[in-house]
């Protein structure tokens, strides 16, 4: 499958309901996007294929499987192993950010996010990830 160079189809997996919807209204309402959101890493990986996500936006800590864990799972489908793939935590120090881009994370964005920009944010990681991939 081609890639396809705009950005339409980004699937979020977060735990809190308050932050799903606001990024909802950020990413459908004043980015245009295509969202697919869920609740938890085994929902993600369940509706994964029926979204087909260009990119995805983890939330870090998540019960049951954390953001690292699921992007580890995500990885291992031979369709999404090189699906750009943001970190949206709070846990933004230096070295956890490292840790995250050396995870696979092609950018991370702290929260709380400002759901004005957060559309340009991710078009930005995601042109940056195409220019390196």
Excluded at 2 to 24: Q, S
Excluded at 48 to 77: F, N, S
């Amino acid at each position: 499958m081609a890639p396809e160079n705009n950005l339409k189809r980004i699937l979020m997996i977060e735990d809190e309901p308050d932050i799903r919807t606001v990024a909802e209204l950020a990413l459908e309402a004043i980015g245009g996007f295509e969202l697919t959101t869920c609740e938890s890493g085994q929902q993600g990986l369940a509706q994964i294929d029926a979204c087909r996500p260009q990119l995805i936006v983890l939330d870090v800590m998540m019960p049951g499987m954390d953001g690292p864990e699921t992007l580890k799972a995500i990885r291992r489908l031979p369709d999404y192993a090189t699906t750009p793939a943001i970190f949206m935590t709070a846990k933004v120090q230096n070295d956890e950010v490292q840790s995250y881009l050396a995870q696979g994370a092609a950018g991370v964005i702290p929260k709380p996010f400002d759901p004005l920009t957060l559309a340009d944010q991710i078009r930005e990681i995601w042109n940056q990830a195409r220019a390196i991939g």
